[in-house]
């Protein structure tokens, strides 16, 4: 602690009552820094002097063209710092070479100070795009306790927000916030099997890992589905390759991204060789503080965040569920009914537009054979259903979703047909002669992805 101390008394000294710009070859040993002094909780007095990390590899790139950004330090040392010599990969020794390459550099282009101190403040913010928070780091200890402040063991509903709790460290005020961040979390397994669903009207199959993780005293539960052809030694589906199967209770090491809209999801689950099995079931049972006999179900009560969207279902990850998606359905499971006002269309002439597609295809042989032969109260899942037209949608999407309909109707009708004239054929002793019927379906011009809003009514 005292050497960071010290390093924080000259960087106010040098400051001068401004901003200091730190330059670096690479940004690895930006987070190591923070860290560091994270680690005294000496981070907010750090960037009270630092207003600026500049990448000297980016610096190159922007301003020095004709020498590669991907140069090594020791080669640019070769270049530039000839007859001196560093001993490079040791912390004070590299920042002493990289201080000497920098104003060699500019002093053999004929740069002065004025300018490449004004070139250094036009550098963009540096950018991480992914950012792999360490165990047992202050970024971890913070996060346990704004999840359970009281360190009470609880079972949290999801834990949605949490980049916003890693975005508000002071290292971002000098860096741009990245994509998502990466944190390991211990955790056990609940359940691990295969399901069925639906995707695009078509009954698929994958692998579902049910996990309780835990930070601290504080468990909250993850699903991670691993689809059919995913090389994954926990896929049950895919049937070559060597296959892990995970016991109720069996320890395992979760990592998981979440990233800057606060979708949390699992990356990568690995098995704890080191810890024992545990009986999961009583886990969740204490922490539920279930009666003797009652059954064991995932806590319902949603965490308020002010990032969830109004009125929208959050699955246990803290994502919105998949039922609200249209694109994908649970199986089984019908899309979720939204009555929001502003998800009802009003336009007059939209509205008329719409009526007269409907009204077309309602009009070809394919659309009555199929309403003669199906009515409304006896028709399930799979058949089609008209789009609802009062809801809002946009151009592409409505188009996407009247031709997805019009297809369906075109497909079951023609069967009908075909199925009618067969059987007339027989009653006649006639030999059946299958006809082509006339096409009367309209096309609708649309790139649109008909499954992203397949709404049924």
Known sequence: REGFVEFLDWLESVSEGGGVMMISHGNADILVLDRNFSKYDLEERLYKYVSKYVDFQEYLAVHFKDISSRMSLKDLVGIFCKNQGFRLHCADEDSRALKHVFMNLHHMRGVDRSTFERNLGKMRRIYMKSI??????????????????????VLLPNIFGVYNIFASSPLFSVLEAPENYQFEVPGYSINHSTERYVARDEYKERTKVELACHIGNAYFILNHPIGANVKNPLNLVKKTGNKIILTP???????????????????????????????????????????????LEVCSAIRQCEQRPEGASVDTNGNVDPRDKP????????????NDKN???????????????????????????????????????????????????????WDGAVKHWKTHVHTVGREIIRNRRGKENENSGSKVVEEKPKDNIVTIESDSDAAEINEKV
Do not use: W
Request: aromatic share 6%; glycine share 4%.
């Open 132 to 153: 792999t928070v360490p165990k047992s780091c202050k970024e971890i200890k913070e996060l346990a306790n704004k999840l359970n402040p009281g360190s009470q063991y």
């Open 249 to 295: 209770g069996t320890p395992v090491s979760v990592t998981v991204l979440v990233t800057s809209t606060n979708y949390v999801k699992v990356a990568e689950i690995a098995v704890n060789h080191e810890k024992k099995a545990v009986n999961v079931e009583k886990i969740l049972a204490d922490l539920h503080k279930l009666k003797r006999g009652e059954k």
């Open 327 to 338: 694109g994908l359905l649970k199986f089984g499971q019908p899309s979720a009914q939204r």
């Open 343 to 397: 998800d009802v269309e009003t336009d007059k002439d939209i509205l008329a537009r719409r009526e007269k597609q409907l009204e077309y295809c309602k009009k070809t042989d394919d659309y009555r054979a199929y309403f003669d032969a199906v009515p409304k109260n006896h028709r399930v899942e799979k058949m089609p259903r008209t789009p609802n037209m009062t809801r809002k949608y946009s151009r592409r999407q």
